[in-house]
């Protein structure tokens, strides 16, 4: 769905939903200010039990001078609206939001779907916010973001606030926003600072201390009373400086659910990785390797858990996250290959870029793709390698002369096995400019020198390999755990379907 598909209808009202914060004030704004530079009769509302209470919500709609209008329920319902009804950062439908009845329906969401009977509907629930799917869209229609109503302003401190100041950042596209919007940071910092009430500093202390800790596993799980999300970051950010807590998951219930932060200060778990985990199925999660954090829908919940209450099932879902890997360490790990089998990498083409023809040596750059960000520096003889996923991994020339042999085509967005919802992007730190990977990618093939013993996992592991000693790779079962044949100690792991992809099993000895 895009914005023309809605331009149609006349008069629309975009709904955020109820008790709002800034993440939907901020896309309902961004919708109603580009269909009223089409000329619609446009109306920003929403409804619910109270009116917008929080300091920095108030201040937000006062200093923007946000056209949101409160539309009180009478016995439970709304009046129906005239032509067309947008639900943003909520669902038709869904508990959180008072909808009326409307001519016709549209939603725009990052939540986990919950309705199914509307049919202008787009929902991206790997989103860091609502108001990153409102820029794409806008950005996709052509309509250009200025601040001087306020809007991008609007946008960035909804994706601040429902990103936890963005330590919870994750998705690519949720990055690339933060960078190319104009704000005003004067008014960031005034909503910021304007963030805590004496009652949720209570709430902070209160919940730390009815914390539960796991002596086996070093964590801990906090419930905290109902609060804005940043407060949840405050209390994890607090539990780390606590010596024997290594983890900790801190959550509250919402309206709709129970959004959750994430904290980590150990290389053996990577925060975003946990807060995936523990959303599985039932609801999305993200974020950094150290902090990130997550939303889990009620209505996916109860169908799942009817009888277990939320602390129960974090604290079970905790240590059932600690008892499904092994860790591993390459250079200690002493591999036994007499279960494993041979294999040989495919011909199949990849991508590469030399990088230091296209920048200049010395360069700080970041490399962004869906998996998340790399950053390095230009070297002589660096090479992109552009894989089947569209993963980009670094390697020198000596490295890529020895194991591909270059072809002479171009290789594109198209030839990779990618969602193609984002293209390798490589970010100048140093003068701020980008360009896609793809633009000035050739293709090269394995030599067919690369060989490895592998076999499949039966128990997931966490593997910190030979060039990278701070982060993982994780294997889960079915996942193929494999090791150079040219130095042992050199171990690592692929997902299944990649490995089925780039190697062929030999037979005989090297």
Same mark, same amino acid.
């Given at each position: *769905?895009?914005?023309?598909?809605?331009?149609? !209808?006349?008069?629309?009202?975009?709904?955020?939903?109820?008790?709002?914060? /800034?993440?939907?004030?901020?896309?309902?704004?961004?919708?109603?200010?580009?269909?009223?530079?089409?000329?619609?009769?446009?109306?920003?509302?929403?409804?619910?039990?109270?009116? #917008?209470?929080?300091?920095?919500?108030?201040?937000? @709609?006062?200093?923007?001078?946000?056209?949101?209008?409160?539309?009180?329920?009478?016995?439970?319902?709304?009046?129906?609206?005239?032509?067309?009804?947008?639900?943003?950062?909520?669902?038709?439908?869904?508990?959180?939001?008072?909808?009326?009845? /409307?001519?016709?329906? /549209?939603?725009?969401?990052?939540?986990?779907?919950?309705?199914?009977?509307?049919?202008?509907?787009?929902?991206?629930?790997?989103?860091?916010?609502?108001?990153?799917?409102?820029?794409?869209?806008?950005?996709?229609?052509?309509?250009?973001?200025?601040?001087? /109503?306020?809007?991008?302003?609007?946008?960035? +401190?909804?994706?601040?606030?429902?990103?936890? =100041?963005?330590?919870?950042?994750?998705?690519?596209?949720? *990055?690339?926003?933060?960078?190319?919007?104009?704000?005003?940071?004067?008014?960031?910092?005034?909503?910021?600072?304007?963030?805590?009430?004496?009652?949720?500093?209570?709430?902070?202390?209160?919940?730390?201390?009815? !914390?539960?800790?796991?002596?086996?596993?070093?964590?801990?799980?906090?419930?905290?009373?109902?609060?804005?999300?940043?407060?949840?970051?405050?209390?994890?950010?607090?539990?780390?400086?606590?010596?024997?807590?290594?983890?900790? @998951?801190?959550?509250?219930?919402?309206?709709?659910?129970?959004?959750?932060?994430?904290?980590?200060?150990?290389?053996?778990?990577?925060?975003?990785?946990?807060?995936? !985990?523990?959303? $599985?199925? #039932?609801?999305?999660?993200?974020?950094?390797?150290?902090?990130?954090?997550?939303? #889990?829908? *009620?209505?996916?919940?109860?169908?799942?858990?009817?009888?277990?209450?939320?602390?129960? +099932?974090?604290?079970?879902?905790?240590?059932?996250?600690?008892?499904?890997?092994?860790?591993?360490?390459?250079?200690?790990?002493?591999?036994?290959? =007499?279960? *494993?089998?041979?294999?040989?990498?495919?011909?199949?083409?990849?991508?590469?870029?030399?990088?230091?023809?296209?920048?200049?040596?010395?360069?700080?750059?970041?490399?962004?793709?869906?998996?998340?960000?790399?950053?390095?520096?230009? $070297?002589?003889?660096?090479?992109?390698?552009?894989?089947?996923?569209?993963?980009?991994?670094?390697?020198?020339?000596? $490295?890529?002369?020895?194991?591909?042999?270059?072809?002479?085509?171009?290789?594109?967005?198209?030839?990779?096995?990618?969602?193609?919802?984002?293209?390798?992007?490589?970010?100048?730190?140093?003068?701020?400019?980008?360009?896609?990977? %793809?633009?000035?990618?050739?293709?090269?093939?394995?030599?067919?020198?690369?060989?490895?013993?592998?076999?499949?996992?039966?128990?997931?592991?966490?593997?910190?390999?030979?060039?990278?000693? %701070?982060?993982?790779?994780?294997?889960?079962?079915?996942?193929?755990?494999?090791?150079?044949?040219?130095?042992? =100690?050199?171990?690592?792991?692929?997902?299944?379907?990649?490995?089925?992809?780039?190697?062929?099993?030999?037979?005989?000895?090297?």
């Amino acid at each position: *769905m895009r914005l023309i598909d809605l331009e149609s !209808y006349d008069p629309i009202t975009i709904q955020c939903h109820d008790n709002p914060d /800034a993440d939907t004030l901020g896309a309902g704004y961004g919708l109603y200010c580009y269909f009223r530079s089409r000329g619609r009769q446009v109306r920003l509302i929403y409804s619910g039990k109270n009116r #917008i209470q929080k300091s920095n919500l108030k201040l937000l @709609v006062e200093e923007l001078k946000l056209p949101i209008e409160y539309v009180k329920p009478v016995g439970g319902k709304l009046p129906p609206v005239e032509g067309l009804l947008i639900t943003v950062d909520c669902q038709y439908g869904a508990g959180n939001v008072t909808a009326p009845q /409307a001519d016709a329906v /549209a939603i725009i969401d990052h939540h986990q779907r919950e309705t199914r009977d509307v049919e202008l509907c787009l929902i991206k629930p790997g989103l860091g916010s609502c108001c990153t799917l409102v820029w794409q869209l806008l950005t996709e229609a052509g309509y250009e973001i200025d601040d001087g /109503a306020g809007l991008g302003t609007a946008l960035y +401190y909804g994706l601040y606030t429902d990103t936890n =100041q963005f330590s919870e950042l994750y998705n690519p596209l949720d *990055m690339d926003m933060r960078e190319s919007l104009p704000y005003d940071k004067r008014m960031i910092n005034l909503f910021r600072n304007s963030n805590l009430s004496l009652r949720e500093l209570e709430v902070a202390g209160v919940a730390m201390i009815r !914390y539960s800790y796991n002596d086996d596993y070093g964590f801990s799980v906090i419930k905290a009373q109902p609060c804005d999300p940043n407060i949840l970051g405050i209390i994890s950010d607090f539990l780390l400086q606590v010596d024997v807590i290594r983890t900790c @998951v801190v959550f509250n219930e919402v309206n709709d659910g129970y959004k959750y932060s994430v904290r980590s200060c150990i290389r053996e778990v990577n925060a975003s990785e946990l807060a995936v !985990y523990l959303a $599985e199925g #039932i609801g999305s999660g993200g974020g950094h390797y150290e902090k990130a954090g997550g939303f #889990i829908s *009620m209505r996916l919940y109860e169908e799942r858990y009817p009888t277990l209450h939320a602390e129960g +099932y974090f604290n079970n879902r905790m240590v059932e996250y600690f008892d499904s890997f092994q860790v591993l360490y390459s250079g200690e790990y002493q591999a036994d290959v =007499q279960d *494993m089998e041979l294999y040989e990498k495919k011909r199949i083409p990849i991508g590469y870029v030399e990088a230091d023809k296209f920048l200049p040596v010395g360069v700080p750059i970041t490399i962004r793709t869906q998996e998340g960000d790399l950053e390095l520096t230009v $070297e002589e003889g660096l090479y992109l390698l552009v894989g089947l996923t569209g993963q980009v991994t670094a390697v020198c020339r000596a $490295e890529f002369e020895h194991a591909y042999l270059p072809l002479d085509e171009r290789y594109t967005m198209e030839d990779y096995r990618a969602s193609a919802e984002y293209a390798p992007v490589v970010k100048n730190r140093a003068d701020g400019s980008s360009l896609v990977l %793809t633009d000035h990618a050739r293709k090269c093939v394995p030599t067919g020198q690369l060989r490895i013993y592998a076999k499949p996992l039966e128990q997931g592991v966490k593997v910190f390999t030979l060039w990278d000693k %701070t982060r993982y790779l994780l294997g889960r079962p079915g996942d193929y755990f494999a090791v150079h044949c040219d130095n042992m =100690q050199d171990i690592f792991v692929v997902e299944r379907d990649i490995f089925t992809q780039s190697y062929d099993r030999i037979t005989g000895q090297i």
